[in-house]
């Protein structure tokens, strides 16, 4: 009776802790707001790094889901998608996940991590061709949208295969482990890079470790799932609903390329390359002499980019995702001017091809653009008539599903 | 004054760790502001991590 007593009276605080932690959980999830389509239209941090919004996305049947870059974020120009699209005239609602650096291993570990939410439906991809350096992406900016939320989530997935899991985990822990090698512990979680590393590559300490930690790795997920499900909470309470347009049956699309290149003529009036004024006013205008064959020595024809972009189409396949990739071109009339030659950027067009045609992804090739004036708005960026063959296939491709 | 404080900090530390239900709701308190803490702080996840391993 006694040791009953003993018992019950420790048992009564972990109860009541546990109780507290549901209690809490419950609390915030009803909390959260009704999902927002207005929240597709720009690329906010809480899809970028949280998975909960995404989720929410992918339920509707009429939202399309954009994985991209820093092209994301050309919103002045009428025919991105988020624009193009505004008020679902074309039927359905675009969300943008992404920003600056967000390259294929991000994209691989949001998706791979998304659960069931994303499985059997579509999303558009498009990665940007800076990226494929000898190194691929770099630790600081792979470290700026690295979300630990979502690796736990992955690695937690028993629908994805032990193979997929480690080529993540290999590259996480490389990137990671280069990160704190270049600012120390600052801003990263040690726990996760340790994990990445002992699911790469699994030794007797590592596991031992593993074993001991696991009890955290459980936590952690709860609590990033909890903060998550509180960050989104607050976007949607801060976002008005999106105001739905009567969709129009057609879009009469010579009469927007017309649009869009009398709006490309007004901003780009300072330059000979088609790029925005601002652009080449900040990062080009007095110092074009010294662009001059500085990229003679660039290479895309080598890099650790491919490897994340198999990661990424591996994801999609074992996730039932059927992707449209964008194959985003680079700015010919600039490259050339730069001294990155036609004959190195075909290598890296066609390196890109044949990994997409390997996993039988769907390809919106648009490297034949490189030459057309106004398709991208910077020197790498897509622009007013690059948008638009984008938005065309967007339309081809809602309706094929 | 900060007798005065610290005098009645010590008698409602005395009287809380006197009585366990209060005792308990006093941890409950704490794990729930750590918590509140973690969810709501913009890098609260860092602080929390940072050095723990």
């Known amino acids: 009776m006694k040791l009953l007593k003993i018992i019950a009276r420790a048992l009564v605080l972990p109860v009541l802790v546990l109780l507290t932690f549901l209690g809490v959980a419950f609390a915030i999830t009803a909390a959260v707001p009704e999902y927002k389509d207005s929240a597709g239209d720009d690329n906010y941090t809480q899809k970028i790094r949280g998975l909960y919004l995404l989720g929410q996305s992918a339920a509707k049947s009429d939202n399309i889901i954009i994985y991209g870059s820093s092209e994301l974020r050309t919103l002045e120009i009428s025919t991105n998608p988020a624009n193009f699209f505004a008020g679902k005239r074309a039927g359905f609602q675009v969300n943008l996940i992404g920003r600056g650096s967000c390259q294929s291993l991000t994209h691989a570990m949001s998706i791979a991590a998304s659960g069931d939410s994303l499985t059997g439906g579509k999303v558009v991809l498009i990665t940007s061709p800076q990226s494929y350096v000898k190194d691929g992406i770099a630790a600081d900016l792979f470290m700026a949208n690295f979300s630990a939320q979502q690796y736990l989530e992955l690695m937690a997935d ?50 031992l470790r593993n074993a001991v930690t696991a009890p955290y790795y459980s936590f952690m997920r709860y609590a990033y799932g909890l903060k998550d499900k509180a960050a989104s909470g607050r976007l949607l309470e801060s976002l008005r609903e999106a105001e739905e347009s009567a969709p129009l049956r057609e879009i009469d699309w010579a009469r927007e390329e017309s649009a869009a290149i009398e709006e490309a003529r007004l901003m780009t009036g300072n330059n000979d390359f088609g790029i925005l004024d601002d652009y080449y006013t900040t990062y080009i205008g007095t110092r ?6 500085k990229d003679a020595g660039l290479d895309y024809s080598v890099s650790k980019e491919y490897g994340d972009l198999r990661i990424l189409f591996e994801v999609c396949r074992q996730k039932g995702i059927e992707p449209l990739f964008v194959h985003v071109p680079l700015h010919g009339q600039w490259s050339d001017y730069t001294g990155f030659t036609a004959q190195r950027r075909q290598a890296y067009y066609e390196n890109v091809k044949k990994i997409a045609e390997e996993y039988a992804i769907e390809i919106l090739d648009l490297t034949g653009y490189e030459y057309e004036q106004y398709f991208l708005c910077d020197i790498m960026h897509l622009g007013w008539k690059g948008w638009l063959e984008v938005d065309k296939a967007l339309v081809g491709f809602y309706n094929s599903r | ?17 006197s009585h366990t239900a209060l005792r308990y709701l006093w941890y409950i308190g704490i794990v729930l502001a750590l918590l509140l803490f973690w969810v709501y702080g913009e890098d609260a996840g860092t602080a929390f991590v940072y050095n723990a391993f």
């Not at chain 1, 074009?288 to 064959?293: A, E, V």
């Open chain 1, 158 to 207: 028993d629908g994805l295969s032990p193979e997929i899991k480690k080529d993540i985990s290999r590259r996480a822990a490389e990137l990671l482990g280069q990160y704190k090698a270049l600012h120390g512990s600052a801003g990263a979680d040690n726990a996760v890079m340790y994990l990445a590393q002992h699911n790469a590559n699994p030794g007797a300490i590592s596991t």
């Open chain 1, 288 to 293: 074009l002499g010294r662009q001059k064959d």
């Open chain 2, 1 to 17: 004054m900060i007798k005065r404080l610290s005098d009645f900090i010590t008698a409602a530390e005395e009287f809380v760790y």
